[in-house]
Structures are given as structure tokens and as C-alpha cells.
């Protein structure tokens, strides 16, 4: 096998690993942040009622 496509095809792997990681991550904190955000929405509609 030529070292110059070993490179090519381990560095795929990495992009792809990256690429999902990024997009298993991503749609996790945002999720939490906008529970977050919720759950102070409705504390501050508690204490004004």
C-alpha cells in the first residue's frame, strides 16, 4: 500500500470521526441550554404570580 493513500484514508476516518462527534454534540447543548432557558422562563413566571 503507498503511505501517501494510508494518509489520505486514516485522515478521512478522523474528518468523518470529527464530523460526527460534532453533530452528535452540537444538538446535546443546545438542547440543554434551551431547557435551561425554560425552566428560567417558567421560575420567573412563578414568583411574578
Known amino acids: ?7 489520505f484514508i486514516w485522515s478521512s476516518y ?3 470521526a470529527v464530523v460526527l462527534l460534532w453533530n ?4 446535546r447543548f443546545k438542547r440543554n441550554e434551551l431547557r ?3 425552566s ?3 421560575a420567573e413566571q412563578d ?3
Open 1 to 7: 500500500m503507498n503511505e501517501k493513500h494510508a494518509v
Open 14 to 16: 478522523a474528518l468523518s
Open 24 to 27: 452528535w454534540l452540537v444538538p
Open 36 to 38: 435551561r432557558r425554560l
Open 40 to 42: 428560567e422562563d417558567t
Open 47 to 49: 414568583q411574578s404570580e
